[in-house]
């Protein structure tokens, strides 16, 4: 297995995938706690299905750089859901599921459309299970992740206290004077983010699993907010490094069998809870 | 000049008004009981005075030094999820967020503002532990703890002894009391008629008639008589 690893591994698009994918993982289990809390994970769920139309769009005019289309889309569609999220709780829900079906089915028809590629359906799988896109990354794309990635780590450093606080609640923030519409803004545009970049890794399908799982895992573990979300990131990124390592040594989907590790490792942390619970 | 002033306050959902006209002053070092049947608009009333809301018509005037981030706040009920992991340390601190203005953490005045309170409220022993692991009585200590570090001025409580048991009720009051005696203006919105008569320096009585004056007044007054006699009815 070493051998393998240790042939895979001079290939620098491997290199590559390696370290942004481990980035990646960093970033999207940041926000996971606030998002479970919040309730906003339908955000999460209906911004994949977003990004997906998105994708689909970048790739049927055959953008050599998808993102740049992407990534706005997904960030717009943020603010608007965060928008109509906060009028009233029903309409909201109801809104972001018509947005992220019609997005999905939208994507569907017209790269089934207009698609020039001779594997359609190969295309259309691996945008939403992810499954080779992060070995072949274009070595801009490689930039634009690792460089997002750290925006986003350094983002949430720097506003984890005012997060918090928005987090655990939001009136009293609001009614000492604390601009939570602001930092509801901010959690929006970097969740928007996060799943940009977490598409490359796993696919539109699978993102809310790398955004949630290892938050409810550390969650099972921990008690304080840093701590489970330093835990969290620590288990991402060890997910991660296990799936990705596995994936290339037995050639199997990257983004699944990241998930796949994410599951096991929320399996492990339930019975670890349960044990320390008696 | 005072700190709160309301002139003709109506407050209300939408457009639509809850509770007659108020007209009432809250002076430093005041102690405000709001009191009124359920439903009658008292936690719309704090809502409105914590600039959450608009005042349906009349005027709301804060003067007197008072900043609208210089106001603590009790919730009535916290909606924090079964599983929020915080501690009462991380939660007490977030009380310090309004100062922070965008600096990014929290400085050491601070962090002593937070020791000070959590020690003031008798909860330094608790200070790691899990907040959705603690009684309610010592949950609503965290609060005010976390309120008084967002606030020296002034302190909106929200029914702070809902759920206790009537040691802790007592307790709560006395500690309140003390944080008024120590030169907290409190404004509080209780049902306890009783404790309201004894321990606060004004009454407002919100619902189809209002009321607002001294302690005294209200023990006077047709209505305060009324509901004072009813409660007394009910102790026996
Ligand atoms: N968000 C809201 N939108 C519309 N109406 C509301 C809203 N919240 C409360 N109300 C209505 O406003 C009225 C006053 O509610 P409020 O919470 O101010 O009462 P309260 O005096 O605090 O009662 P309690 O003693 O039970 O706490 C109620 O009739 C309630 O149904
Ligand atoms: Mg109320």
Known sequence: MIETLMMYLQYPFVRYAIIVGVLIALCSSLLGVTLVLKRFSFIGDGLSHVAFGAMAIASVVNLTNKMVLVLPITVISAVLLLRTGQNTRIKGDAAIAMISVGALAFGYLIMNLFSTSSNLSGDVCSTLFGSTSILTLTSKEVWICTVLSVVVVIVFVLFYHKIFAVTFDETFAKATGVNANAYNLLIAIVIAVIIVLAMNLVGSLLISALVIFPALSAMRLFKNFRQVTVASAVISVICALLGLVVSIWQGTPVGSTIVAADVAAFGICYLAGRLQGR | ?236
């Open chain 2, 1 to 236: 000049m005072s700190y709160i002033i309301a002139k003709d306050l109506r407050v209300g959902y939408e457009g639509k008004m809850i509770a007659d006209a108020m007209n009432f002053v809250v002076n430093k070092g005041d102690y405000l009981c709001i009191v009124g049947e359920n439903g009658s608009g008292k936690s719309t009333l704090m809502k409105t005075l914590l600039h959450l809301q608009e005042p349906v018509s009349g005027e709301l005037i804060v003067g007197d030094g008072l900043k609208a981030n210089e106001i603590g706040y009790l919730p009535q009920q916290t909606l924090v999820q079964r599983d929020f992991p915080a501690s009462v340390r991380e939660i007490v601190l977030s009380g310090c967020q309004s100062r922070c203005g965008l600096r990014p953490f929290y400085n050491r005045e601070e962090k002593t503002l937070a020791a000070e309170n959590m020690e003031r409220m008798g909860i330094t022993a608790l200070a790691d532990r899990c907040y959705r692991e603690l009684s309610g009585g010592q949950q609503q200590r965290v609060l005010l703890a976390r309120a008084l570090c967002a606030t020296q001025k002034v302190l909106l409580l929200d029914e702070p002894v809902s759920g206790l048991d009537p040691k802790v009720t007592i307790e709560m009051y006395e500690l309140i009391d003390k944080l008024n005696r120590d030169g907290i203006t409190i404004i509080m919105i209780s049902h306890d008629i009783a404790a309201a008569v004894r321990y606060a320096s004004h009454i407002l009585h919100v619902g189809a008639t209002v009321f607002f004056g001294n302690t005294e007044e209200y023990a006077e007054s047709d209505i305060g008589k009324f509901f004072l006699r009813q409660e007394g009815g009910e102790e026996r």
